[in-house]
């Protein structure tokens, strides 16, 4: 069966990625990541190529990529809303933003808005446990979340 023209574009670009960078010490983390940038997630039909490429198994490949909560196996929303969940976000009301933002993007963690607009993650530390809870929108921290922020953030994100 061949492939088709999005899958062969993908392998293609693929090989490029890997070729580049396996020159590197420790070079699947740098590849996946290019990849992501490259197309928004790790392509499945980009295993094998990466798999062939540093002389892997495919399921070793499959195991990093599953492994790290950061690779994605479909494009993200235009946005990229992570709220913390680690316990010092926890005893600063974390779980209470996370269902209050679930609420009024109508979607759960892992999940992306039917119109595409934002993605909803969890993450397990940001860094800002003095100003918890926090979020991290499109790469740019948020600390001290409550009502106001959050629905300034979910006007942000729908906007």
């Known amino acids: 069966m061949p492939m088709q023209p999005a899958s062969t574009e993908i392998a293609s670009r693929t090989a490029a990625i890997v070729n580049e960078l396996k020159g590197l010490e420790g070079p699947l983390l740098p590849i996946l990541h290019e990849l992501q940038e490259e197309f928004g997630h790790v392509p499945q ?63 759960d963690f892992h999940e992306t808005a039917r119109d595409g607009s934002v993605t909803l993650e969890p993450v397990y530390c940001l860094g800002l446990c003095a100003c918890s809870p926090s979020a991290m929108l499109d790469g740019e921290v948020i600390g001290r979340l409550d009502d106001e922020k959050i629905e300034e953030i979910v006007a942000e994100v729908r906007s």
């Open 45 to 107: 039909a980009a295993l094998p190529v990466i798999a062939d490429g540093l002389n892997l198994s495919r399921a070793e490949v499959h195991g990093v990529v599953s492994f790290y909560h950061d690779f994605r196996a479909q494009p993200a929303g235009r946005h990229v809303l992570k709220l913390c969940q680690a316990e010092a976000c926890q005893s600063m009301g974390s779980e209470a933003v996370a269902a209050r933002v679930k609420q009024l993007l109508g979607i």
